[in-house]
C-alpha cells in the first residue's frame, strides 16, 4: 500500500489549506484513515481519523472546529480540510491508515512520506 500526500504549502496565519493523501496499491477496505503531524524537535501526534463509513469521524483538541476530515472511498482518497490556521500548526503532514480506532502512531499499518505545511507571515 502507497499513501501519498499533496497539498502542503506556506499559508498566512487565519488562512486555509486542505490536504489529500491517496492509497494505491490495494482497496483499504474498513481501514480507518487518519492525519497526524510531526513539528520539528517534537514526537509525531493525532490530527484527526475517519472511519470506513465516514459516520465517525475524531479530532485531536487543538484542531477541533478549524480542521475536517472527510473521504471519498470510491477514489481512495481521504481530505484534511484546515482553517483558520495558526502558527503552531507548522509541521509535517502525514496520511496513516490503520485497522481500528487509534490515536497512536505505535498502531498505524500504512504511512504516507508526508507534506509540510508553514504557517507563516
Known amino acids: 500500500v502507497q499513501l501519498v500526500e499533496s497539498g502542503g504549502g506556506l499559508v498566512q496565519p487565519g488562512g486555509s489549506l486542505r490536504l489529500s493523501c491517496t492509497a494505491s496499491?490495494?482497496?483499504?477496505?474498513?481501514?480507518?484513515m487518519g492525519w497526524f503531524r510531526q513539528a520539528p524537535g517534537k514526537e509525531r501526534e493525532f490530527v484527526a481519523a475517519?472511519?470506513?463509513?465516514?459516520?465517525?469521524?475524531s479530532y485531536a483538541g487543538s484542531v477541533k472546529g478549524r480542521f475536517t476530515i472527510s473521504r471519498d472511498n470510491a477514489e481512495n482518497t481521504v481530505l484534511l480540510q484546515m482553517n483558520s490556521l495558526k502558527p503552531e500548526d507548522t509541521a509535517v503532514y502525514y496520511c496513516?491508515?490503520?485497522?481500528?480506532?487509534?490515536?497512536?502512531?505505535?498502531?498505524?499499518?500504512?504511512w504516507g512520506k508526508g507534506t509540510l505545511v508553514t504557517v507563516s507571515s
Open positions: 496499491g490495494r482497496t483499504l477496505h474498513n481501514y480507518v
Open positions: 496513516s491508515a490503520a485497522r481500528g480506532a487509534t490515536t497512536s502512531p505505535l498502531s498505524i499499518d500504512y
Open positions: 475517519i472511519s470506513w463509513s465516514g459516520a465517525a469521524r
